[in-house]
């Protein structure tokens, strides 16, 4: 099932996916590596 919203990151309204680390739901553009753009920087 594909999920569409506003990016818990950068608020733009897209596809999002779960970040398996903090359980937020993030667009692709903020999803990389396998987490959140916030989780690699550790701010999560």
Not at 12 to 36: F, H, Q
């Amino acid at each position: 099932m594909e999920v569409y919203g506003l990016c818990a990151v950068c608020g733009k309204g897209a596809k999002l996916v779960t970040c398996p680390l903090c359980g937020r739901n993030v667009c692709m553009n903020c999803y990389v590596a396998g987490a959140c753009k916030d989780c690699l920087k550790g701010k999560k």
